[in-house]
């Protein structure tokens, strides 16, 4: 067999799909329709309906818009898993633009070789990354950077507790 991983899918997985020739908005926009009230994001006691990321991913492809971005262009992501993260990776393919994650890891260099090889010209980051961003900057084709704090959708006593703990940390 060339497909050995197969012997090990449970009972009734098929081991083949098909895959729907429609852009991969399509297929969101029937999620969301289909499973409007049900959980999509859950991150610290904080929890999104398909409804409430399609309406968040709305508004931030419609920023998205508003700063220029046009399809095809390039929209960084330089964030962990997050919110934030789902939110603009939907908001940019529903402006029409190609996202490309940057590994939060990297060090200043990496993140501007990540941004001149793909072309990025906007990028969401995590306020505690903005300082690596901030020293290559003007190596790099951005022209927008957008900042956005990890404790934004945690809930009440998470964010309060992280907020105690990394003041300092992020602004």
């Not at 971005?69 to 993260?85: K, T």
């Not at 939110?87 to 993140?111: D, H, M, Q, R, S």
């Amino acid at each position: 067999m060339d497909r050995p991983w197969l012997n090990h899918y449970d009972p009734g997985v098929p081991h083949e799909i098909e895959i729907p020739d429609v852009p991969f908005t399509t297929i969101f926009d029937r999620t969301v329709s289909r499973f409007s009230n049900v959980t999509a994001v859950y991150f610290y006691g904080h929890r999104w309906t398909y409804r409430q990321l399609d309406r968040i991913a709305n508004r931030f492809a419609n920023a998205l818009i508003g700063l220029g971005v046009r399809p095809g262009d390039r929209v960084a992501l330089l964030l962990p898993n997050c919110p934030q993260f789902v939110a603009a990776y939907f908001g940019a393919w529903k402006a029409g633009a190609v996202v490309t994650p940057v590994n939060p890891l990297y060090a200043p260099g990496e993140i501007a070789h990540h941004l001149n090889d793909s072309g990025a010209e906007t990028l969401v980051v995590l306020s505690r990354f903005y300082p690596r961003v901030q020293a290559v900057r003007q190596e790099t084709p951005l022209r927008h950077v957008v900042v956005t704090a990890i404790r934004e959708y945690m809930g009440a006593p998470t964010r309060w507790l992280y907020a105690l703990f990394n003041v300092k940390r992020e602004t």
